[in-house]
């Protein structure tokens, strides 16, 4: 494991993922491979591009001939898809996107790395897998898949392209399924990301419902050092979930981002709730930890210092809230919030 092929590299964790790898691993060689969407940005690489152990291929996943010679020209023996449609709420407005990629690109991926003979293909998969999961319960990885959203289902079908081709063609294959991430270049419609650009602004937090969701906020670091276990010491067929392991309700989140801004609680807007929304994510993730990894941070911790890489980052986000996401914001808000909310 040596020449890696990171697809989705220049979006939110794969650009962490890059740097997690180059920071560590002095000998490995790093292609991030990405079609560069509206959530791909290489301002997220800026402090690798001149790296010699670092190269770009703009292409899509979806794409065999490019994949092929990209893996053939690298020498690529390692793939770790962070590639994706990612948006819950883009995937209510327009799933198509959501099936070409997570589920033929995925798909494109695996013939490669089986006609190639990879050493290793890496899935990064969610736990919005398992849907909808009740208080008291936590997923295990063994549990059935009961994806909800037309992202969730996107997903699963990715994962269980993955292990059919681990079980059919001995394809040498990994799974991770990990809760939500926050940190550093994060596209701001997710919601940390959001809520703290539109608190830094005064601008209201449109928070879906009652706001009694749950999710386990984690640090992308962790995350991303949790895949780095996984790919040198897990177990090949087998999935792993990544997480706290602990969650908690979005009007907490709200509470504490606030707080790290200094903001007051009247920017909180309780709005029209996302159809199908899943009311709790929770994952035991004893199997990860049998690794020998550990969070280093808590979902609170985790929370401030995002809200503060935001504060202390207006070059990266500002020009991005500028461009296409403000028609994606009035198309997603403008109703929920009336005209006084839509920047
Ligand atoms: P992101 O939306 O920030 O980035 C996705 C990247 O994939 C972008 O750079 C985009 O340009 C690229 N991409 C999209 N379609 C492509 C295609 N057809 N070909 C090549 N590149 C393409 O996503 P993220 O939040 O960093 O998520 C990365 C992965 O982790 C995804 O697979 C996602 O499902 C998974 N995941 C995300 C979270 C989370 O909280 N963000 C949690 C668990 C799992
Ligand atoms: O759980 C892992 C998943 O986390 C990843 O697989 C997805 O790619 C990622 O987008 C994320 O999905 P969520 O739907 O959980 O993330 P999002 O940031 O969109 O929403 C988090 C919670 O906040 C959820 O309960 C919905 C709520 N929310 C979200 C937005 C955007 C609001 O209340 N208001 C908002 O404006």
């Known amino acids: 494991m040596k020449n890696f092929l990171i697809t989705g590299g220049a979006g939110f964790i794969g650009s962490n993922f890059v740097l997690h790898l180059l920071g560590h691993y002095t000998d490995y060689q790093v292609v991030v491979y990405d079609k560069l969407t509206y959530a791909g940005n290489l301002d997220n690489l800026l402090e690798v591009s001149d790296d010699p152990r670092y190269y770009f291929v703009k292409g899509d996943i979806c794409d065999p001939g490019l994949v092929t010679e990209t893996v053939r020209k690298y020498e690529i023996d390692t793939i770790v898809n962070f590639a994706a449609e990612t948006h819950v709420d883009r995937s209510i407005m327009d799933p198509d996107a959501f099936v070409k990629t ?134 090949i067929g087998q999935v792993y979930n990544i997480g706290t392991g602990h969650e908690m309700e979005n009007l907490t989140m709200v509470e504490i981002l606030l707080d790290a801004l200094d903001r007051p609680g009247d920017l909180i807007r309780h709005v029209t709730d996302r159809p199908g929304h899943d009311r709790r994510y929770s994952l035991n993730v004893d199997k990860v930890r049998q690794l020998g990894w550990e969070p280093e941070f808590t979902l609170a911790e985790a929370i401030t210092m995002t809200a503060h890489w935001y504060r202390d980052n207006e070059w990266w986000w500002r020009k991005i809230k500028m461009g296409e996401f403000q028609t994606y914001y009035e198309a997603q808000y403008g109703e929920r919030l009336g005209s006084a909310g839509v920047s």
């Open 102 to 235: 997570n589920v033929n690109g995925t798909y494109v991926l695996l013939e490669v790395a089986r006609e190639q003979n990879l050493e290793r293909y890496h899935q990064v998969s969610t736990d919005e897998v398992y849907g909808d999961v009740p208080e008291g319960y936590s997923s295990i990885e063994s549990d059935p898949v009961a994806p909800r959203s037309p992202y969730a289902a996107s997903k699963a079908s990715g994962d269980l392209m993955t292990l059919a081709f681990f079980t059919t063609y001995d394809l040498p294959v990994t799974i991770t399924r990990g809760a939500n991430n926050i940190g550093p270049y994060q596209y701001p419609e997710k919601v940390v990301p959001l809520f703290a650009t539109n608190a830094i602004d005064n601008l209201p937090l449109p928070i879906y419902g009652d706001g009694r969701q749950m999710r386990d906020y984690q640090y992308v670091g962790d995350h991303c050092r949790a895949v780095d276990k996984v790919l040198h010491f897990g177990e």
